[in-house]
Structures are given as C-alpha cells and as structure tokens.
C-alpha cells in the first residue's frame, strides 16, 4: 500500500479585529474556525469634531454581513457602550442566534434591543463567573471574573481546536474592589499552567508605569471634598461607572445629603445595578429634583451625566445655562470625577470655564485624586503576562503607539518578538499551535450614523463642505428658446467674501447666459424638425459645473453649490402644429 505523504494544512483560528486597534472604542473582535464565526464584543465609538451631525461610530461590518451564515453567536465581556453599544445596529444587518454575557450587560444590553425593535432577533443569556459555555461546534467560551470600572466584567478563555486563546477584556487589577468581586487570579493562572496558546490583551493603559489604584483610593479624597462644600453639590461621573456611584451614594449617606439624578442613562444604569445588587442603598436617599430642590442646599447632592462635555448631557445644560430647572449659584461645588477621553478634553474644559463663571466651584484633575482609570497600567499588564503565560501574544484595545509599547512590555516578560504581530482593524490573524501571522485584511473602515440612519461618505463630504466654505444656492429657469426667463436667484449662506452680491448675481447670469449662446444646440436636438428633444439634465450638469468654477475662481473656497434649473412643462402652441417634448425635465 502507498504511503500518503501529502502534507496538511495546519490548523489556524483566524481573529479578526473590526475595531479598537489604533484607536479608543468601538471594540469589536471576530473568531473564526472553519465554517463558524463568534464575535466578542460588539462596541460603538463618539464622532470626532469632523463628522458634522454624527451621533455615532461603528465599524465596517461587510464581513460579517457576507459571512452572517457563519455566525453561532457572541460573548460579551462587560456592558460598557465601546462593547455593547453596536450591537442594536449589528442586529438590523444581520442575526446574531445567542449572546452571552454578563448579567449587568445582559440587562442594559435588553433595554437597547428592545428600544430598537430587535429584541427577537437574538437570545440573551447570562452566565456566572467559571460559567463554560458552547458556541457552535468548535468553541467554548469560559468566564473569568476580572475588575475594572464596571461591575460585573469578564476575562474570556476561548477553547478552540487550536488551543486556549485568553481575551483579557477591558480590565484593571483591583486588590479591594468596591463589591468584593475579587479577579480569579487562580483560574488565569490554572490555564497558564496547562499552556495558553494566545494572549489577546488590553493596552489602554501600556504607556503608563506602576500599578492603577484601587477604585476604593477615591474614597477619602471624595469625602474630604463632600465634607467641605458649604452648599449643594453636582458630581458628573460616567453613567457606567458603578463602583463609583456606589461610592458616591455611600458618602451622600454619610454627610447626610439625599440624592438627585440626573440623565437618563445615570438613572437606567442605577436602576439596573440596583435591581442585581451591585448598587445598595436605601430607597429614601434617592429622591426626585421636585423633592430635592426644596431642601437646604447643603443636604442635596445632585449626581448627574456630562463629565464628557457631551452637548446634551445635564451638566453641560447646566453649564449653558439651558436646564429647565437648575441654575448654577455661588456656594456649589460641582466635582468632575472623571478624566476626559482623548478628544473630548476642549468641550470639558469649556464647560468647567462656564461653571466657574456662573460661581461654582469646580473641583477637576488628576491630581485631586478623585478618579482612577479602570485599565491596566504596565504591572497589571505584566502580572497578566506572568499567569497566563502565552506562547503568542497579541495587544488590542488601544492606539498604535499603545499597542508597541504593550509589545514591549511582553518582550520584557520573556515572550520573544516573532511571537506576537502589531495590528490593525480589518487584520486577520492566522493563529496555529506553532504559528502567528498576519495573513490578510477584510474591509475596517467606518459606518456613520445619525438619528436618521447610516450617514454615507458624500453626505459627510457635503457636511464638511458646508462647515468650512458654506453653500451657495442659484436658481434659474430658461424657456424654450434657450434663454433665461429672468435674473437668476443667488444666496449665499456661511460664505465668507469680499465680492458684493450684486457682482457675483451679474457674474452668474452671465455664465449662464454665455453657456446657453454657445452649446444649447447641443442640448436641443433636432430643432428645426417637427419634434424637438430637450435634455434639461445634461444642460443643468453643465451650467452647474461652469457656476463652480466660476465661484471657485471670484471666491478662493470651495462653497457647496446648490443649482435648481427651472424648466418649462409644456412647449408653447404653434401654427404649424411642431410637437416639442422633454427627454429629461428638472423641476425646481
């Protein structure tokens, strides 16, 4: 019998970033094994001050669109909005047939669904810390409780045909955590022991020396300020930070202030986290703004959304003096316990300008120790390297710069340089028992939306347009003839010029006028036979293209240019009878 000595592929999992490399949010990670697909996380990211009316980011999801047959379901690893909050949109593209995950993230993560009409188009379903559970054929997922700035928050151990491959989530090393849910460094370092094939691992924080402090370092810097604010008090921290809050409503206690909230995702995370456990506190000590304002100042304490400077956020109302009930006066202490994200630092600072102004006094800083970050800096990062033990390493969740120096740090660790790959969204990482490599890229770039749905690449051009140079409008109606009816309209709105508008109205008749003399023919063929064709689509094209480089030339910018050419319904009335029709009309 003749030996077969046809060699075999390797088997390789493929992990597919679609988001959160090179940059902060939208943490959106693809495993792939054969003919199956689990996501991990499904995250949205905040526009940048360049998308003119975009609410929100989310990546490119052509792959799984055209691989959704491929899809056994999702893991989440916490509910923050960077990993949750695409998931709503994902679900109106394609199904996704089971999600599990937390219990906090199931429970925020259900009122989204339902919020967005697509509750029935996948099932939630909770797991504990050490849950295993299987998705599709090939994989297993395990839950490994870790602690960060969110209750309820997991490490994954992915069992793949391959091998374990650990996804560390978001996550910080938390000795004294808030609610006692202490990270199972013994399961991390169980599997370090048997042999972790990959280590996928956040780099928010690679560039930072030491250890993060405990959530609980907080504490008496709060209460220190909480104790000398002579009057009322605002606190903005994230909606999703829980431990905080917690905090937060433990000091109100103790300095015998009741609690207002303010903000909707504030009062739908409290709610949440009130009903699982991870918030305790008494029901009196939450009262409405209507019972709250009439109290003495120095016993309210109002907890509030905004520490981003997002425009429509209660504090940043506040501070525009635009909330219907809340006025800033002196005596308040406003504390922003929260640092700002990268490129949300000038709103913030605008908004602490405006406080200040109104009389408040406003408490903000790294310095004033009233925030901790909930990632890991490089002796967390370093204490996950030594439990697990990977073979191959790969650093996600951060920028470019994030990701080297995460790298290094592993090197540092031991794990030599050829183990691990610097990558970016759209990547596929071919991972086998010997191997890790960079084998391909899917499409990663960006899906825009607004409240009125997905904003496509030219309406951003336009919006951008119309920010830098404004726009520009003429309208103009011609007869049959080929001339202009009457003087055509130009406004100008957001245009900055120094040419009078009378000037460039004439300027633009003349255009006009000289396009008609010279090329109408072109456009109304065969005129002298009993029926004549007029395409007013090709004639309003090449009027509006020649009224571009007309501004383009009187102006030195780029306006956008809205041209309505006003054509006429019907061909007047002859004795001979000539018939005329329209192949094309462009109504007004």
């Not at 650990?166 to 004294?176: A, L, M, V």
């Not at 810097?221 to 409503?249: E, K, W, Y």
């Not at 002298?528 to 395409?535: A, G, I, K, P, R």
Request: with cysteine.
């Amino acid at each position: 019998m003749t030996k077969d000595t046809t060699a075999k592929a390797p088997q390789t999992v493929k992990i597919i970033p679609l988001g959160g490399l090179h940059e902060i949010g939208k943490n959106t990670c693809i495993f792939e094994y054969d003919d199956e697909i689990i996501l991990l996380d499904a995250g949205l990211a905040f526009p940048t001050d360049g998308m003119h009316g975009v609410n929100i980011v989310l990546p490119d999801t052509t792959y799984l669109k055209e691989n959704r047959h491929k899809i056994k379901g999702m893991i989440v690893t916490h509910g923050h909005e960077d990993h949750i909050g695409g998931i709503p949109y994902h679900l109106k593209q394609f199904d996704i047939p089971v999600i599990y995950g937390p219990r906090l993230a199931m429970a925020l993560l259900q009122g989204k669904l339902e919020e967005a009409g697509v509750s029935k188009q996948t099932e939630l379903r909770t797991v504990l810390p050490r849950d295993i559970v299987r998705i599709g054929t090939h994989f297993f997922a395990e839950f490994i409780r870790n602690t960060h700035s969110i209750a309820d928050s997991f490490t994954v151990a992915i069992h793949t045909p391959v091998g374990v491959i650990i996804h560390t989530g978001d996550f910080k090393i938390d000795h004294t955590p808030v609610d006692g849910e202490k990270f199972d460094f013994q399961r991390l370092a169980e599997h370090g022991e048997k042999g972790v094939l990959c280590l996928v691992s956040d780099s928010t924080n690679s560039e930072v020396a030491g250890q993060t402090p405990s959530e609980m370092s907080v504490y008496p810097n709060l209460d220190r300020i909480f104790g000398q604010a002579p009057g009322r008090i605002m606190l903005t921290t994230f909606a999703s930070s829980v431990h905080r809050i917690n905090i937060v409503l433990e000091l109100a206690k103790k300095h015998n202030r009741i609690v207002s909230v303010l903000g909707k995702s504030m009062l739908n995370v409290i709610a949440h986290a009130r009903n699982l456990g991870y918030i305790k506190c008494e029901d009196n000590l939450l009262q409405p703004w209507h019972v709250a304002r009439n109290l003495p100042d120095d016993q309210v304490l109002i907890l509030t959304t905004g520490s981003q400077g997002e425009p429509l956020a209660a504090m940043t109302r506040i501070a525009n003096q635009e909330h219907p009930h809340i006025k800033i006066r002196k005596g308040d202490t406003v504390i922003f316990s929260a640092n700002p994200i990268p490129g949300n630092t000038i709103a913030v600072v605008n908004t602490i300008d405006k406080l200040m102004i109104q009389g408040a006094n406003v408490v903000y800083g790294r310095e004033k120790g009233i925030h901790v970050s909930g990632h890991a800096c490089q002796e967390d990062q370093k204490l996950m390297l030594a439990l697990t033990r990977p073979k191959f390493f790969l650093p996600v969740h951060g920028e470019h710069r994030m990701l080297v120096k995460h790298s290094q740090t592993a090197q540092s660790m031991g794990i030599p340089a050829e183990n691990m790959v610097i990558i970016d969204n759209g990547d596929v990482v071919e991972l086998s028992e010997d191997s890790i490599a960079i084998a391909g890229k899917v499409p990663s770039g960006l899906q825009l939306v607004d409240s009125a749905g997905v904003v496509h690449d030219n309406v951003l051009k336009e919006r951008q347009q119309l920010a830098e140079d404004g726009v520009v409008t003429v309208a103009a109606a011609v007869d049959w003839d080929g001339k202009l009816v009457a003087r055509p309209e130009v406004h100008l709105r957001g245009v900055v010029t120094a040419v009078e508008q009378s000037l460039l109205q004439k300027l633009v008749q003349q255009t006009i006028e000289n396009l008609l003399s010279d090329r109408w023919r072109e456009f109304a063929r065969n005129f002298d036979t009993e029926e004549v064709e007029v395409d007013w689509t090709g004639l309003q094209a090449q009027i509006e293209q020649a009224i571009a480089r007309l501004l383009r030339r009187e102006l030195q910018s780029r306006p956008l240019l809205v041209f309505l050419l006003q054509a006429p319904d019907t061909p007047p009335a002859k004795a001979t009878g000539r018939r005329r029709r329209v192949t094309a009309r462009v109504a007004s």
